[in-house]
């Protein structure tokens, strides 16, 4: 059961417009949200996240969105810029216990291009 | 933000051979390390979270004697994948969080496994 779902695998933006990338979740137990960047054969690296108590956070050209009571976050790209060309993995936070940790539980990922 | 390397970048080897992959945390203390394996296309799936000095816990599914954690210090973990198997040829990501109640990891570059 995939409790994080990006269900668009690919988009294609041009450059300048505005990239809209969408994640839907399961778990009402996720309290905290970021989103990722991955390029090919490298680690993600993190790009802006969002606590369940708020409903928006910017960070220069990237804003992430949340809508609890629909359960889906969105991840706002404007410009867009052909360097923002990768996949975008949406994940989701929440505590275990018995780990001692806060884990995260990804997407599949929305592979992006823009388009020069 | 926090940096986290991995060695080796790639890995090639025999099967039945064992391949040991270290994550090291360069610049600040990660009591939780997390261990993630990612297939093509598809998400990073978290394969055990480990506090320094205590036993790993596993994900359901993850073999615990086929793939060994160690945590011994704060800023190393390695993964042992024992008698390794061309089922094994993977892409393997290390996370580091600076404390056991941190919403935040920062992701090592990755290990490219190969197992011929």
């Known amino acids: 059961d995939q409790q994080v779902k990006q269900n668009s695998p690919s988009l294609s933006v041009q450059e300048g417009r505005i990239s809209i990338l969408n994640c839907d979740y399961t778990n009402s137990m996720f309290d905290y949200f970021l989103w990722y960047k991955k390029y090919p054969a490298e680690g993600p690296t993190f790009l802006i996240s969002i606590s369940s108590i708020k409903d928006k956070n910017e960070d220069g050209r990237f804003t992430v969105f949340l809508n609890k009571s629909a359960k889906h976050l969105s991840l706002h790209i404007v410009p867009s810029q052909p360097g923002d060309s990768a996949v975008y993995f949406c994940a989701a936070s929440a505590l275990d216990s018995g780990a001692g940790s806060y884990q995260l539980t990804f997407g599949k990922g929305t592979k992006l291009s823009v388009i020069p | 933000g926090a940096v986290v390397s991995q060695h080796p970048s790639r890995v090639i080897c025999k099967s039945g051979t064992s391949v040991k992959i270290e994550c090291r945390s360069l610049d600040f203390q990660a009591t939780t390390m997390f261990w993630y394996r990612q297939f093509p296309k598809q998400s990073l799936m978290l394969m055990a979270t480990?506090?320094?000095?205590?036993?790993?816990?596993?994900e359901q599914g993850v073999e615990k004697d086929k793939f060994l954690i160690n945590h011994a210090s704060l800023t190393l973990s390695t993964l042992t994948v024992t008698s390794a198997h061309p089922e094994d040829s993977s892409f393997y990501i290390c996370s580091a969080s600076g404390g056991p109640w941190s919403n935040e990891q920062f992701f090592g570059p990755g290990t490219r496994l190969t197992v011929l």
């Open positions: 480990s506090n320094e000095g205590s036993k790993a816990t596993y």
